[in-house]
């Protein structure tokens, strides 16, 4: 496996990892490591790290520096947490409910990652987000736009899952002003519970989602790229979300018209 550590800022570091479809189509994967105001650090997702990126994590932390904390934040990210458990076997391990069902032999901590006493412990560094009016697990496992949003405050950095996707185009579409795009993942008119309301509910999260972080300067997001403050010649993150909610609206509506 090949790794890239990427410095956000000095406090966070996100790590672009390899995931690939039938072991041919590679739509790469991630996760973070985060230093906290006490100094420990935390990891936001698991990933099977390679012996160049642990010795770079290991750089990082120092000789000293202390891993606290595995903190896996999206129900179907689920291939590297044993091998991330193994490599940190001292780090406090948490997931949400579908990791602790799937993995019941591993040492999780009670609270899970979707839940409040989770991000209370954690709420001095970070503030989440759980997406509202959507199957937070879905049971269509191909399903897989929820995630636990987080934010690390010092940095001003998103880190983000399915949830929100990233792609910066080709150079010829650039040619077209056409240069980037920051957008929901596709799946959202099939992750939206079936009931009256939903569509109501995602829009409310997704506005005060937008309204509380919008001094958030770089995002994360796993499977296709970072939108990071030094290289980002557009709209702010916060106007970029705006956009996104916006096209979601014929899906909302759509939705509104069949279950109210």
Not at 111 to 118: G, I, M, R, S, V
Not at 140 to 156: G, T, Y
Request: hydrophobic residues 45%.
């Amino acid at each position: 496996m090949k790794e890239d550590i990427i410095e956000v800022s000095g406090d966070f570091w996100n790590i672009r990892g390899s995931f690939k479809i039938g072991g041919v189509v590679d739509i790469k994967t991630h996760a973070s490591l985060v230093r906290r105001a006490n100094g420990n650090f935390v990891f936001l997702d698991s990933y099977s790290l390679g012996s160049k990126a642990r010795a770079q994590v290991a750089d990082i932390v120092g000789r000293d520096g202390v891993i606290e904390a595995i903190l896996n934040v999206h129900p179907f990210h689920t291939v590297h947490v044993a091998k991330m458990h193994e490599l940190y076997p001292k780090a406090r391990l948490y997931g949400t409910a579908r990791h602790l069902a799937l993995f019941p032999d591993l040492p999780w901590e009670t609270a899970h990652t979707e839940d409040n006493e989770l991000h209370k412990l954690y709420e001095d560094d970070f503030a989440f987000s759980v997406p509202a009016g959507v199957d937070f697990i879905s049971a269509n496992e191909k399903i897989h736009f929820s995630s636990v949003l987080v934010k690390h405050n010092a940095s001003r950095t998103i880190h983000v899952d399915d949830t929100f996707m990233y792609v910066e185009f080709p150079r010829a579409l650039r040619l077209f002003g056409i240069r980037d795009s920051l957008s929901f993942h596709p799946t959202l008119s099939m992750a939206l519970e079936k009931r009256a309301g939903a569509a109501a509910d995602f829009r409310a999260w997704a506005g005060t989602l937008i309204a509380d972080w919008q001094d958030a300067e770089n995002l994360c997001a796993a499977h296709t790229g970072l939108l990071l403050a030094r290289d980002n010649t557009g709209a702010s993150i916060s106007r970029r979300m705006q956009k996104a909610l916006r096209k979601c609206e014929p899906k909302l509506r759509i939705h509104e018209l069949r279950y109210g």
